[in-house]
């Protein structure tokens, strides 16, 4: 059947070995090239889904990937066929972005991308034990950190591992992280999210720590001391968080001397506008903003950077950035394979009295101690 829909062109386009494969060079012929790949995949799909095609070819899972590649990459209507591109691509936690694995998503954190997965450790601390892996979460490489620290301390509570002190990075905290964590117990121990205001982001005028807040009386109060007069409980528009705007009188704010310093000049009614969280997350991620700050909460927090010596570990010794299988579940299984075997070596060292290895020292930086 395949074989009557190939012709010469094919050939010419596909045939060469993958080492000689080069594109076509130029952005119009470039153009002209992936619509062509476009309407070939889409003949091939004809063909393979037409009622009088066999049943099993549209089982293949090759075949599969194709289609859905094909719906997520290409339009097609009366003008011919194209390239999706910005909004009109699949969101990325739907996009296919691997031929070979189709659950693999593409992610950036600090900068770097990769297509894969996330694995998420969670170890004991405890100055006179072994340091043990407890809890092993695999994810696509698109899921965001704070939506991992919830199902972490479930899994955690289920199997009665719940630590009285949580030390996680910044990457894993939010208000109602704080908040819930609480609610269970423990404490979540980790930077809190900065300010996201103009203000704080610029270190100029008023943020929204220089405004008081009056729960009872649902008003705010500014630093000159005007109050607020619109209090609104809504939803935040993207994520539907649960947060509180608050208007001051643009009556104000207009006329007030430090208005340069606290907002743009006033048009209508309303002047400052600020949104904060609900009182109880609120009050959370002020408390943590709070002792950040303090010598004693730097101290405590230090022994955080011994989780990087846990993914060292697991990146030399089990290989963990680079997964040996396909799809979340296998690689999921071989994420706890990694951990069983790092607990397996400390207990080993622990046992015998093996040191802990130190912190590496590159060459140079051992020349200049030792000069």
Same mark, same amino acid.
């Given at each position: ?6 012709? +010469?062109?094919?050939?010419? %386009? ?7 494969? =080069?594109?076509? @060079? $130029?952005?119009?012929? /470039? #153009? ?11 003949v ?17 899972? +090759?075949?599969?990937?194709? %289609? ?7 339009? =097609?209507?009366? @003008? $011919?066929?194209?390239? /999706? #591109? ?5 969101p ?40 043990m ?8 490489a ?6 991992m ?8 509570t ?17 208000a ?10 423990m ?59 608050v ?13 340069t ?16 969280l ?13 002792a ?58 622990w ?21």
């Amino acid at each position: 059947m395949v074989s009557g829909l190939v012709t +010469a062109e094919w050939a010419e %386009r596909y045939g060469p070995r993958v080492d000689d494969y =080069r594109f076509p @060079r $130029g952005e119009e012929v /470039r #153009e002209q090239w992936s619509e062509q790949v476009g309407l070939d995949g889409f003949v091939l799909l004809e063909a393979v889904f037409a009622p009088a095609a066999p049943d099993w070819l549209r089982e293949i899972e +090759a075949v599969q990937v194709l %289609r859905v590649s094909w719906v997520q990459q290409y339009h =097609r209507d009366e @003008r $011919g066929v194209r390239w /999706r #591109e910005g909004k009109d691509l699949p969101p990325v936690h739907h996009r296919l972005c691997s031929p070979y694995d189709t659950d693999a998503r593409y992610g950036i954190k600090r900068g770097s991308g990769w297509t894969g997965y996330k694995a998420h450790l969670t170890e004991t601390c405890e100055p006179d034990a072994p340091h043990m892996i407890t809890q092993v979460a695999t994810t696509d490489a698109v899921v965001a950190d704070t939506e991992m620290t919830e199902p972490i301390h479930q899994t955690l509570t289920e199997r009665e591992l719940l630590p009285d002190v949580h030390v996680v990075d910044a990457g894993y905290t939010t208000a109602a992280l704080f908040l819930s964590a609480t609610e269970r117990g423990m404490e979540l121990l980790g930077p809190a999210p900065h300010d996201s205001s103009r203000q704080s982001r610029e270190d100029q005028g008023f943020s929204r720590a220089d405004f008081r807040l009056d729960w009872d009386n649902e008003s705010a109060i500014c630093p000159r001391g005007h109050r607020s007069f619109e209090w609104w409980e809504q939803k935040h528009h993207r994520n539907g968080t649960p947060v509180l705007k608050v208007f001051f009188s643009a009556e104000h704010c207009r006329p007030c001397p430090k208005q340069t310093s606290c907002t743009k000049p006033p048009s209508g009614r309303r002047g400052r506008g600020i949104t904060f969280l609900p009182r109880g997350r609120h009050e959370a991620l002020e408390a943590v903003r709070q002792a950040q700050e303090t010598d004693s909460w730097k101290n405590r927090y230090a022994i955080r950077a011994g989780v990087e010596g846990t993914i060292s570990q697991a990146v030399r010794v089990t290989g963990l950035r680079r997964t040996r299988y396909r799809v979340l579940p296998a690689t999921r299984l071989g994420h706890v394979f990694a951990a069983t075997a790092i607990n397996l070596i400390r207990i080993d060292r622990w046992l015998t009295g093996t040191p802990l290895g130190g912190t590496r020292t590159s060459r140079l930086e051992a020349l200049m101690l030792a000069a």
